[in-house]
Structure formats: structure tokens, C-alpha cells
């Protein structure tokens, strides 16, 4: 069993629509989760940051984080062609590794 | 957030030779930073951990020999792609963080094409 699950997707939405990208993960150690997001041929960018379990919310970016179910996600609210990427999750349990989701590839139509 | 520079963004060579790509911090110390590669729609696949002034530490499959690499200061890390083959021909990631912060940022990444 990988330690980060993530569905690959691709995904495809219209504009203004709901996202909804989740994860699962195996080890109940990670204690620090990230979504990042990757254009074509351009390194990661980090997107949202939590620690524990709880939401956080950053324009119109939402992660939330459950920690009893192993489960976290990341909603993007009015989707705009720009957010079209591949999005991926990651978390660490002290800082010192990360593991990596496969990324999710999202496509948002206009 | 913190700024993760790496250099080149882009480099074709020929069988045979030798690559170096330069990973630095900009505004932070980073005693550790990580080397990932990317294959086509897929995920990083963490390489190595590079450790200033010791050993990197190598994932497992990871050849040491070949892929060379140097920590000299809390800044830079360098990664040396030695004998080049086109199955090198990847992108290459570096990524850092803070010693107080436990988030990873990335550099751009580095494509290679070995001809």
C-alpha cells in the first residue's frame, strides 16, 4: 500500500464550478500536510498549508484536514481556466521526508 | 514563502557527458534539501537527501555513482547527472525548507534531454 493515495484523475469542470481533490493517506504519524500545484514543466507550488487536523481557507482555497479518517482535501471555489494544473498533495510527519500524492489533473473549461 | 532557485531550467546534452544542475536557497539556510525526478503525468520521486557538508543519503535504486551529489554550504546543493544516457532524460526537482518551518518549497525544476 503507497502511504499517499490520490485519484489521478483527469478532471475536467466548467468554469465557476466546485473543485474537490482529496487524499488518503496510511501513516498516522503525518502531522503536516501541503497542497501544491504544478503547471506543465514548471516545479511545485505550495498552495495551502495545515498542520493537524482542522480546515484553513485562503482566498478561494479551502483545505481540510481529518486526521481520524486519514482523509484531507482541497476545495477551490469559482474555478477559473488559470487553476487548470495538476494538483498535488504532500505531508511529513517531522520535516525531515515528504511523500507525495500522484497529483490530480485538473482541467477547467471556460 | 521561502525562494528556491535552480539552475538551468533547461539543458540538452550529448551522450556520454556530464551535467551539473545548482539547487539554492535565496533567502533562508536549508541544511537539507531533496532531489526529486518526474517522469511524464507522474508524481516526484525522491531521489536523495542531501546533507550539508556529509553524504547525501540515496533512495534505494538510486545510483550514487551517477548521480553525483555535492552540499557545500547551507545555500547550494548541486546535482551531477554523470554519463549522461537518454534514459536520463527527465525533469529534475530540487526542493528546501526553512529549518523552523516544516513546509517544502520547490525550485523550478530542470529538464534534461540527453541526445
Known amino acids: 500500500q503507497k502511504e499517499v493515495e490520490q485519484d489521478p484523475g483527469p478532471l475536467s469542470v466548467p468554469e465557476g464550478a466546485i473543485v474537490s481533490l482529496n487524499c488518503t493517506y496510511s501513516n498516522s504519524a503525518f502531522q503536516y500536510f501541503m497542497w501544491y500545484r504544478q503547471y506543465s514543466r514548471k516545479g511545485p507550488e505550495l498552495l495551502m498549508y495545515?498542520?493537524?487536523?482542522g480546515n484553513k481557507e485562503d482566498g478561494r482555497f479551502t483545505a481540510q484536514v481529518d486526521k481520524s479518517s486519514k482523509y484531507i482535501s482541497l476545495f477551490i471555489r469559482d474555478s477559473q481556466p488559470s487553476d487548470s494544473a495538476t494538483y498535488l498533495c504532500?505531508?511529513?510527519?517531522?520535516?525531515?521526508?515528504?511523500?507525495f500524492g500522484t497529483g490530480t489533473s485538473l482541467t477547467v473549461i471556460p | 514563502g521561502a525562494v528556491v532557485s535552480q539552475h538551468p531550467s533547461w539543458v540538452i546534452c550529448k551522450s556520454g557527458t556530464s551535467v551539473k544542475i545548482e539547487c539554492r536557497s535565496l533567502d533562508f539556510q536549508a541544511t537539507t534539501m531533496f532531489w526529486y525526478r518526474q517522469f511524464p503525468k507522474q508524481s516526484l520521486m525522491l531521489m536523495a537527501t542531501?546533507?550539508?557538508?556529509?553524504?547525501?543519503?540515496?533512495e534505494q535504486g538510486v545510483e550514487k555513482d551517477k548521480f553525483l551529489i555535492n552540499h557545500a554550504s547551507l545555500t547550494l546543493s548541486t546535482l551531477t547527472v554523470t554519463s549522461a544516457h537518454p534514459e536520463d532524460s527527465s525533469f529534475y526537482i530540487c526542493s528546501a525548507g526553512p529549518a523552523w518551518n516544516t513546509e517544502a518549497f520547490f525550485g523550478q525544476g530542470t529538464r534534461l534531454t540527453v541526445v
Open positions: 504532500a505531508m511529513t510527519p517531522t520535516g525531515n521526508q515528504f511523500y
Open positions: 495545515t498542520y493537524s487536523s
Open positions: 542531501s546533507n550539508e557538508g556529509s553524504k547525501a543519503t540515496y
